[in-house]
């Protein structure tokens, strides 16, 4: 019997979501010769399980506390599991606004890659993350408390959910509830996918006092580039009879509108449901809210120059030569798989996670 089977107190942990990957594993060397009898024996086994308990609880595991702070203090578990929107957008609203992602464990490094370029901005402290499962919530509120909030059921994967999977409809069709959320108790909310980074503030592209301001998700084509002084309104559908505007950058005010515009989308996603010959994401029912909703609620383009999709920024060297200095957000989308985000932010030297993040309030993560 190995050590790590004899050690019981750590699956009960493991159980309330606090230790939920791999790291949750303690490895132990196999007991051998003189050692193996001195174990077997009652207070050989009982001196080990000691130590080994002792090492447990009081040597902090790299990046997270020593598991002892869950005896001493009331826990992450009891502090942040009740936490509500409610209070999380009361604490962390500035002007009573709130900028607003959805992670899950697998993207931390993403998430503090685009905190810092808020934090460039100062904009952070109105912050708030819709974190997608246990591990997460506790994770930010104990580096940066009240920051994080989980709204329940969590989804219960934590896997790394890429673009067009089923994972990733249950994380991202989760996202227009939680903005209706906000907007119900009175606030503006801008939200960011979190493979977003800020090059600029957004918000002084914010003109005007519309309900619902979003960008579009065109490639690189030449068609779909567009004049610098383009049309804000809604664009007119493609060839296939449907716009392409992206989910990935939204800002909202808390009206009637932008309410509509929410609860339609949320009833598109229903209508919507991801299946295997089917796969879909929140976008689509996102455009088709839109569509249903345009004659009520005033919606607005935002300025492609200032907020092109990852198709027209990382395909386009000279566009992005002509409107140097005129983007707002890049979004690292048109590319699967969050090493290969990684590494296209490294490559376009918009990586901050590794070396800047003492500019993060959630420090090296
Ligand atoms: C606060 O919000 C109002 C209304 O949305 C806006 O006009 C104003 O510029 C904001 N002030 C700051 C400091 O962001
Ligand atoms: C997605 O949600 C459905 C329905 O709630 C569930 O059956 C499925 O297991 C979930 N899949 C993933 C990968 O989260
Ligand atoms: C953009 O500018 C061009 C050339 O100056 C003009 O012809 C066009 O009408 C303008 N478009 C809009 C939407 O204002
Ligand atoms: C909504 O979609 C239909 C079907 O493609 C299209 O005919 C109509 O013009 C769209 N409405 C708006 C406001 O874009
Ligand atoms: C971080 O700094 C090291 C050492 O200066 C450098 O080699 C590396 O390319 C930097 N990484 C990024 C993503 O900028």
């Known amino acids: 019997m190995s050590l790590n089977q004899r050690q019981q107190p750590l699956p009960t942990v493991a159980k ?14 196999q007991p051998q010769g003189i050692v193996y009898s001195f174990l077997f024996s009652r207070s050989g086994l009982l001196s080990v399980l000691a130590l080994f ?52 464990e697998p993207f931390l490094p993403m998430l503090n890659n685009w905190l810092i370029s808020i934090a460039r901005k100062k904009r952070q402290d109105q912050v708030l993350i ?13 580096r940066w408390p009240g ?37 119900e108790l009175g606030y503006s909310v801008m939200y960011n996918d979190v493979d977003i ?16 301001y979003f960008a579009d998700d065109e490639v690189a084509v030449s068609t779909t580039v567009k004049p610098l002084n383009h049309s804000h309104d809604l664009p007119p559908p493609g060839a296939n009879g449907k716009t392409y505007v ?20 949320i009833e598109e996603i229903q209508n919507q449901p991801w299946s295997d010959n089917k796969p879909t994401h929140d976008q689509p029912a996102f455009n088709s809210a839109l569509n249903k909703t345009a004659g009520e609620v005033d919606l607005y383009l935002l300025p492609q120059a200032a907020f092109p999709s990852g198709g027209l920024y990382f395909r386009n060297g000279d566009w992005v030569e002509r409107t140097r200095g005129l983007h707002a957000i890049v979004h690292n989308n048109y590319i699967v798989g969050l090493q290969n985000k990684i590494q296209r ?21």
């Not at 980074?197 to 619902?212: I, K, Q, S, T």
Request: with cysteine; proline share 6%; aromatic share 12%.
């Open 53 to 104: 308990l002792l090492l447990v609880v009081f040597v902090p595991l790299p990046g997270r506390r020593p598991m002892s702070a869950l005896f001493y203090d009331d826990g992450p578990v009891s502090r942040w599991k009740d936490y509500t929107v409610a209070r999380a957008a009361g604490f962390a609203a500035r002007n009573d606004t709130l900028i607003v992602t959805s992670v899950s």
């Open 130 to 142: 819709f974190a997608e499962d246990y591990a997460t919530l506790y994770e930010i509120n104990r």
């Open 197 to 212: 980074v800020w090059v600029a503030d957004p918000f002084r592209y914010l003109e005007g006092d519309h309900d619902v």
């Open 345 to 365: 932010f490294k490559d376009y030297g918009l990586w901050l996670a590794d070396n800047h993040t003492d500019e993060s309030p959630l420090g090296q993560i």
């Open 147 to 183: 920051h994080a909030v989980l709204v329940q059921p969590a989804p219960d994967s934590n896997a790394a959910h890429d673009y067009g999977s089923r994972g990733f409809f249950n994380i991202t069709s989760r996202r227009p509830r939680h903005l209706l959320d906000i907007l």
């Open 16 to 29: 309330h979501g606090l230790l939920m990957s791999s790291r949750a594993s303690f490895s132990a060397a």
């Open 246 to 265: 992206c989910s990935c950058m939204i800002f909202l005010r808390p009206t009637r509108g932008a309410k509509k515009a929410m609860s339609s989308w």
